[in-house]
């Protein structure tokens, strides 16, 4: 029984819920974040796409069951190792998409609606985009985003032009880097066809994924230092401004924002170090909760934020 609990634990993959975090983000810039009644309605919405993830996990491990198996890693997680049944297997994944939708409601129809779409987009992207070059990225990339859009929907909150430019950068850079780091754990196995364990990777060069995660890590650069400069923090404050005197310029007094460049910079610095230098990044929460650097700067990150929206304030 203890066997059969850890292989649906495994099956449901919770440690790639942290992905969900991306739903609170709307409110967290928008100051709302410890506005009780709000905050209840974006956590639902969380706990639902924590559930809705895990059954598109499940629909995505059934139809590359075979695949998997001549993964190097992914041939022992419990569908392709046999651990688990596919038909048992399905009937969690149907479970879970009936809790999911059940509660989605009641967070509010527009969130309902995107719900559906975020099950649909990984349905097609298990059964028809992952063997398309380039889609089969904009697919990753889309459900990224969709997670930003939902927190944005289920708070009522509103995200800035820049910030969401950030969030599409960001979501195409960590698809890229996925992609890259696929295609050399895969090349380093020359036992194996890079085709028969996923098309879209005899399909990408190296050279190609370079230059796109160059593209989207400094298009993820640009578009958040633009938002740090332009965004005024909202929402309530302590009124710490006694600590800046008048004398100092305006700049310094009310773009408190651009500190949280820092650790963004290290940030993607590190992840690519951790693409290319320790051949990871296939699982980005995989790449976090183990690269204690990234880790502490990602917590940085949140810190500062936090103390900058919600105690110094505008």
């Given at each position: 029984?203890?066997?059969?609990?850890?292989?649906?634990?495994?099956?449901?993959?919770?440690?790639?819920?942290?992905?969900?975090?991306?739903?609170?983000?709307?409110?967290?810039?928008?100051?709302?974040?410890?506005?009780?009644?709000?905050?209840?309605?974006?956590?639902?919405?969380?706990?639902?796409?924590?559930?809705?993830?895990?059954?598109?996990?499940?629909?995505?491990?059934?139809?590359?069951?075979?695949?998997?198996?001549?993964?190097?890693?992914?041939?022992?997680?419990?569908?392709?190792?046999?651990?688990?049944?596919?038909?048992?297997?399905?009937?969690?994944?149907?479970?879970?998409?009936?809790?999911?939708?059940?509660?989605?409601?009641?967070?509010?129809?527009?969130?309902?609606?995107?719900?559906?779409?975020?099950?649909?987009?990984?349905?097609?992207?298990?059964?028809?985009?992952?063997?398309?070059?380039?889609?089969?990225?904009?697919?990753?990339?889309?459900?990224?985003?969709?997670?930003?859009?939902?927190?944005?929907?289920?708070?009522?909150?509103?995200?800035?032009?820049?910030?969401?430019?950030?969030?599409?950068?960001?979501?195409?850079?960590?698809?890229?880097?996925?992609?890259?780091?696929?295609?050399?754990?895969?090349?380093?196995?020359?036992?194996?066809?890079?085709?028969?364990?996923?098309?879209?990777?005899?399909?990408?060069?190296?050279?190609?994924?370079?230059?796109?995660?160059?593209?989207?890590?400094?298009?993820?650069?640009?578009?958040?230092?633009?938002?740090?400069?332009?965004?005024?923090?909202?929402?309530?404050?302590?009124?710490?401004?006694?600590?800046?005197?008048?004398?100092?310029?305006?700049?310094?007094?009310?773009?408190?924002?651009?500190?949280?460049?820092?650790?963004?910079?290290?940030?993607?610095?590190?992840?690519?170090?951790?693409?290319?230098?320790?051949?990871?990044?296939?699982?980005?929460?995989?790449?976090?909760?183990?690269?204690?650097?990234?880790?502490?700067?990602?917590?940085?990150?949140?810190?500062?934020?936090?103390?900058?929206?919600y105690v110094i304030g505008s």
């Amino acid at each position: 029984m203890i066997k059969i609990v850890y292989n649906i634990l495994r099956l449901l993959r919770p440690r790639q819920w942290i992905k969900n975090a991306a739903i609170f983000a709307a409110i967290t810039f928008s100051g709302s974040l410890f506005d009780w009644q709000i905050f209840q309605k974006v956590f639902l919405a969380f706990v639902v796409f924590c559930t809705l993830s895990s059954a598109s996990y499940i629909i995505n491990d059934i139809f590359d069951i075979q695949k998997d198996r001549l993964h190097p890693f992914k041939k022992f997680r419990p569908l392709p190792s046999r651990a688990l049944s596919v038909n048992y297997a399905l009937t969690i994944a149907f479970i879970l998409t009936i809790f999911s939708f059940s509660f989605g409601f009641f967070v509010n129809p527009a969130f309902f609606i995107l719900a559906i779409i975020y099950l649909v987009v990984q349905f097609f992207y298990s059964t028809l985009f992952k063997p398309i070059a380039i889609v089969d990225i904009l697919a990753i990339a889309f459900g990224y985003i969709l997670r930003v859009y939902a927190g944005e929907v289920a708070g009522g909150a509103h995200i800035s032009v820049w910030l969401l430019l950030t969030a599409i950068s960001l979501s195409l850079f960590l698809a890229v880097g996925k992609r890259r780091s696929e295609l050399t754990l895969v090349s380093q196995n020359k036992a194996v066809n890079i085709s028969d364990v996923r098309k879209t990777l005899s399909l990408y060069s190296e050279r190609l994924l370079d230059v796109y995660a160059s593209i989207f890590a400094t298009s993820t650069f640009v578009s958040y230092a633009l938002f740090t400069f332009l965004e005024n923090p909202r929402g309530f404050s302590l009124g710490l401004n006694i600590f800046m005197p008048d004398f100092l310029p305006v700049f310094f007094q009310r773009k408190w924002l651009m500190l949280t460049i820092i650790p963004v910079v290290y940030g993607l610095m590190r992840y690519l170090q951790d693409i290319y230098e320790k051949r990871e990044g296939e699982s980005p929460e995989r790449v976090l909760w183990s690269d204690k650097p990234l880790f502490v700067a990602v917590l940085s990150w949140i810190a500062l934020l936090i103390i900058i929206i919600y105690v110094i304030g505008s």
